[in-house]
């Protein structure tokens, strides 16, 4: 009996101190996971900045539950074995204790509950955009679109290993064209597809949304450093489901713009470029 009670509190505190690790992880990865990476990026929104501070109020509510039940669990052994206590008590109700041990997670859980809804209700309710691009999901590369700014449209299809800038990114994650938004701009991002379901999602901006055929999904993101972002489609969608990265790079304004002046030229007319990148996708399919 005392070797399974051992075993089990073995279990409890293992599972106790992982959680510990994973919460203390904030300070990896900044554009990117690091290798055995176990935690959150770092924020790179202030949406994912919300994220982050709710799940670390939930890790002191868990670590707080965790310890509370373990001492009584720990107590419950010692007192009332059979060696210690020989006589058991014959109590079968104890209204008081009752009332406690179902209020208390009541409370518990709405106060849980508070700063979720406040979280939910800012990453739904997108603010005046100063920017919109459209984002289209295929098997196995993104399109991307840029309604606000005239006619620029381009595919991103992954880089496979040779080709130029292969190396410039983390494995399976560099893609031949990223997206470039302005840092500091709130950018809204509507997301569809054109034949299976796909997920838009870049972890460093807590950003996840569906792309589903038929339907304009929408989400936002408002960037406050700096960089080259990386994300990965998050929705099984075939064969090559590992292989459709997304690239989002942020720029000063003035980089931006920029970049916007040469994007119409080079995307001006896109049809025979958007035909030779689907071809460079169906390539890597093969």
């Known amino acids: 009996m005392f070797r399974k009670t051992y075993i089990m509190l073995a279990t409890m505190l293992a599972t106790f101190m992982s959680s510990v690790f994973v919460a203390q992880a904030a300070e990896d990865g900044l554009y990117s996971a690091k290798p055995g990476q176990m935690g959150f990026m770092q924020p790179a929104t202030p949406i994912m900045e919300d994220i982050v501070s709710f799940h ?15 001492i009584i669990l720990i107590y419950i052994f010692i007192k009332f074995n059979a060696k210690a206590n020989p006589v058991a008590s014959k109590t079968t109700h104890n209204t008081l204790l009752e009332i406690i041990w179902t209020t208390v997670p009541v409370l518990i859980l709405v106060l849980i509950s508070i ?35 005239g006619d620029i449209a381009f595919d991103a299809n ?18 031949d064209q990223p997206i470039v ?3 500091n701009k709130v950018v809204r991002v509507q ?8 997920a838009w999602a870049v972890p460093a901006f807590g950003v996840k949304i569906d792309a589903v055929p ?22 099984l969608c075939g064969i090559n489901h590992g292989f459709m990265p997304i690239n989002v790079k942020v720029v000063s304004q003035g980089e931006y713009d ?27 399919t093969e």
């Open 158 to 175: 992954i880089l496979s290993e040779g080709q130029p800038g292969y190396n410039d990114h983390p494995r399976l994650l560099g893609t």
């Open 214 to 235: 038929g339907v304009l999904n929408e989400t936002w993101f408002k960037a406050t450093k700096t960089g080259m972002y990386y994300g990965q489609c998050s929705e």
């Open 115 to 149: 700063p979720s809804f406040r979280l939910l209700y800012a990453e739904d309710v997108i603010p005046e955009a100063d920017l919109t691009i459209k984002a289209t999901g295929n098997q196995w590369y993104w399109s991307y679109e840029y309604p606000d700014d």
């Open 191 to 198: 997301v569809t597809a054109n034949d299976v379901i796909h």
């Open 181 to 183: 938004v302005p840092v």
């Open 56 to 70: 670390d109020l939930l890790m002191i509510i868990i670590t707080a539950i965790t310890l509370f039940v373990t």
């Open 258 to 284: 920029a970049w916007l002046e040469e994007a119409k030229e080079k995307f001006a007319s896109n049809d025979a470029p958007r035909l030779q990148q689907f071809a460079s996708a169906q390539k890597i």
